[in-house]
């Protein structure tokens, strides 16, 4: 399956922006969809997943209650809905997507990866 991310930009603490991912793939309703985020020199990191019928999602602790994923399988996109960004939050933004219902926060557990979108937050 291939993912094109887009959104970022450029915004200010406090601010939102909204993520989305579309797949390729038809079969979107089968995989587990994550968010993940690289900021320069660090480690890229688990940000959200949702399960392919939508039913339940799981969030990194820095993002909880900031940060929403949902999805819409009739357009095979996925959504990050960031809210009260942070310039902490300064990455390149990731979606990746994993056969079958687990929820999964390692990025080893996810075959697709989409190019990333960069969402700068200036303080």
């Known amino acids: 399956v291939q993912l094109q991310a887009s959104g970022g930009g450029l915004v200010q603490a406090g601010g939102s922006l909204k993520l989305s991912c579309a797949a390729s793939?038809?079969?979107?309703?089968?995989?587990?969809m994550g968010w993940f985020r690289q900021a320069p020199g660090k480690e890229r990191e688990f940000v959200a997943a949702?399960?392919?019928?939508?039913?339940?999602?799981v969030y990194a602790d820095s993002v909880k209650d900031r940060f929403t994923v949902s999805r819409d399988n009739a357009k095979n996109t996925v959504f990050l809905q960031m809210n009260s960004l942070k310039p902490e939050d300064t990455a390149v933004y990731y979606c990746?997507?994993?056969?079958?219902?687990?929820?999964?926060?390692?990025?080893?557990?996810?075959?697709?990866w989409g190019l990333g979108t960069l969402v700068t937050v200036s303080s």
């Open positions: 990746a997507a994993r056969n079958g219902v687990i929820l999964k926060s390692s990025s080893s557990d996810y075959r697709y």
């Open positions: 793939d038809r079969t979107f309703n089968n995989y587990v």
């Open positions: 949702i399960k392919p019928s939508g039913s339940s999602t």
